[in-house]
């Protein structure tokens, strides 16, 4: 069968046993991890048939008798080995003397990536041979005695940090590519944020972690679900979204502070950077005002955060959506770098430009520019057409670019008919220098700012690309961002009104009044957290009064449906609040990880399958029976649908 294939495959390739624990004497034992639990440091060879870490061992262990276990590196002319696990490195001299030839014989034709267990003694390295960028660089271990564990097969590739594999080949066997210092490092990371969260909410205040359905019930509205059959005719589950449901009615139970480290599933199909399923912290709060969850989640975040990186300052500057939008052209700015969105319509009022005429001439129109600092150095005449290419294409706007050369000379398309007391006004405005480049263009405010923001982290990736570092990635510049709006205009119908986050968030408590007659205008109780431009959580203050959650719901958003009206008198009788960290992303920023795999154990492709075990695989027929479910094949899908059928076993 497939499963078994799979199965085959992966026993094959792993090499590591189960540890054994007949070496360590129970006295000993108990005494390493006493002083363990005294120094508070993690005592990684409990249990287990080692005395040490490969990486551990220093020149301060010389002398001292040791057992290793750990996979073969690489070896050196017969005479030298390097020892891995997945602390670190260390190296291992293969006796040459010929009592201990059955050791050297172990060692010696063992395939690199087999699992030795060696005992010996530390030495230090002879002098001029000691390895500074190795942490183990000052010693190696003289062996005594050594055993093969298991023998490794040829490996689809080395396990080496620097040897290049490209995606689809890790996630195939990714059991091996979590072997690299990389992989271990994201992971042990991610253990060690997590488990310092859970010790910040439920230790130091008081929340209790609690596990929430997985199946559960469909809930219209938001992410598409994906659908769990069950053995009753015509019904079905769904994975949630999130635990939203679930989490409100602990706190209508008195649990008045909640957080789960929440598995979530949303089927949106082909994302580059999404997962089908993802984690999430879970956080929901009674009787708080967003100040105090704010509070909470910096202390949180500064609690948790890794000892090797730059400490987390609190608290962290704010921004309103109205703002970040006007500034950034986008409500997730990355503030590590400048090139902020100017309004420079005042200064174009009498323009003899078209398009800039054309713009201003209607109620909303705007001009917007953006100061590119010494961007003719880096920027070629390619690199701007393709900007205004990009903008033309996604946004059908039109951008022009204005080089300042040397003695102050105008170089663009539209040059001569700028005016001098215009060229004065937008050079004293946006502080213009010699060699800068501004990018203008016009329009709708949200729309011109939009292409703009887009632009400023475009023209940032090819100002990298030139050798200039604008966002160091080793700067966590963390963001709220505030009053959101609390509706959007319907794309399909821009007359009607729909939830900018969702349905039960609060307004505004100035804004009130203003949902009785202009119910767009209204800013909403919700806010973001922004890091380096990625949002890494959200959350809201929800409505508790009910008869203002009917209005909005019945009123507002025409929602007639009494399911979606279910309860409100019981379950909207306190102040809630919730904030759902993107724990991905988050690990992913602070990692430096590419993308959000590099830091999942078991990830899908952008595709949303698993590479590895071949899901998501067909059934037969004869397990779909018990559900009352078939499939329908396409008529131009049998060939498919027999491949389908096909156990998975790539070649290794």
């Not at 890794?306 to 939008?325: H, R």
């Not at 609040?577 to 154990?601: E, F, K």
Request: some cysteine; glycine content about 6%; proline content about 7%.
């Amino acid at each position: 069968s497939t499963m078994l294939c799979w199965l085959n495959r992966l026993h094959g390739a792993l090499s590591a046993p189960t540890g054994r624990i007949a070496h360590l004497r129970p006295s000993s034992l108990r005494r390493r991890l006493a002083l363990s639990s005294q120094r508070r440091i993690p005592e990684f060879s409990s249990f287990v048939a080692r005395t040490n870490t490969c990486g551990e061992l220093r020149s301060s262990h010389l002398g001292q008798e040791v057992t290793l276990c750990g996979w073969i590196q690489y070896r050196r002319q017969n005479v030298f080995l390097v020892l891995r696990d997945s602390h670190g490195l260390i190296q291992v001299v293969i006796p040459q003397d010929e009592s201990a030839a059955s050791v050297k014989k172990i060692l010696c034709e063992a395939p690199v990536e087999s699992v030795v267990r060696v005992s010996g003694t530390v030495i230090s390295r002879p002098p001029g041979q000691e390895n500074p960028k190795m942490p183990t660089g000052e010693i190696e271990i003289k062996v005594k005695t050594a055993e093969l564990l298991n023998s490794c097969k040829k490996l689809p590739f080395e396990i080496k940090d620097f040897v290049k594999k490209t995606e689809a080949l890790r996630l195939q066997y990714r059991y091996l590519d979590l072997r690299s210092f990389q992989m271990q490092y994201n992971l042990r990371l991610r253990s060690q944020m997590v488990m310092k969260m859970r010790e910040y909410l439920c230790n130091l205040h008081g929340f209790v972690d609690v596990e929430t359905p997985t199946l559960f019930k469909r809930t219209p509205g938001g992410a598409k679900e994906f659908v769990i059959p069950s053995r009753e005719p015509g019904k079905f589950y769904c994975l949630p979204q999130s635990p939203q449901q679930f989490k409100q009615l602990l706190m209508v139970g008195g649990l008045d502070r909640y957080f789960q480290v929440a598995r979530c599933y949303r089927d949106e199909g082909s994302r580059p950077d999404r997962q089908p399923e993802f984690t999430q912290i879970d956080i929901e709060m009674s009787f708080v005002d967003q100040t105090g969850i704010q509070s909470l989640i910096e202390g949180l975040l500064q609690y948790s955060w890794p000892s090797d990186k730059d400490p987390v300052v609190v608290p962290f500057p704010s921004m309103t959506f109205a703002e970040a939008l006007a500034s950034y052209g986008t409500d997730k700015p990355d503030t590590r770098f400048g090139m902020k969105i100017v309004d420079i319509s005042n200064v174009f009022r009498n323009t003899e430009v078209g398009f800039l005429q054309d713009a201003l001439s209607k109620p909303q129109g705007t001009v917007k520019a953006m100061c590119i600092s010494e961007g003719a150095k880096y920027l070629k005449r390619k690199d701007i057409e393709s900007i205004r290419k990009f903008a033309a294409d996604h946004f059908n706007q039109e951008v022009l670019p204005i080089f300042l050369k040397a003695n102050r000379n105008w170089n663009s398309p539209v040059a001569k008919s700028i005016m001098e007391e215009q060229r004065s006004g937008l050079t004293r405005l946006m502080e213009i220098q010699e060699d800068d480049v501004v990018l203008l263009t016009a329009g709708e405010h949200k729309k011109a700012c939009s292409v703009l923001g887009k632009l400023r982290l475009e023209c940032a990736d090819l100002l990298e690309a030139r050798g200039l570092v604008l966002r160091d990635p080793a700067l966590f510049s963390f963001l709220w961002v505030v009053d959101f709006p609390l509706f959007l205009p319907k794309e399909e119908k821009p007359e009607k009104l729909e939830s900018a986050h969702h349905p039960f968030t609060a307004p505004h408590p100035s804004d009130v009044q203003l949902l009785y007659s202009e119910p767009e205008k209204v800013r909403s109780q919700h806010y973001d957290l922004v890091l380096n431009g990625n949002e890494i959580g959200g959350g809201s203050i929800r409505i508790h009064d009910a008869e203002l959650q009917r209005y909005i719901l019945a009123e507002l958003l025409k929602v007639t449906s009494s399911s979606n009206l279910f309860a409100l008198d019981y379950i909207l009788i306190c102040y809630l609040c919730i904030l759902l960290p993107g724990l991905d992303r988050l690990i992913c920023l602070v990692t430096g990880a590419p993308s959000i795999r590099d830091v999942i154990a078991f990830p899908k492709s952008f595709r949303g399958h698993d590479l590895m075990s071949n899901a998501p695989d067909s059934l037969p027929p004869e397990e779909l029976k018990p559900y009352h479910i078939q499939v329908s094949w396409p008529a131009d899908s049998e060939a498919k649908k027999s491949s389908l059928n096909q156990p998975y076993c790539p070649e290794s």
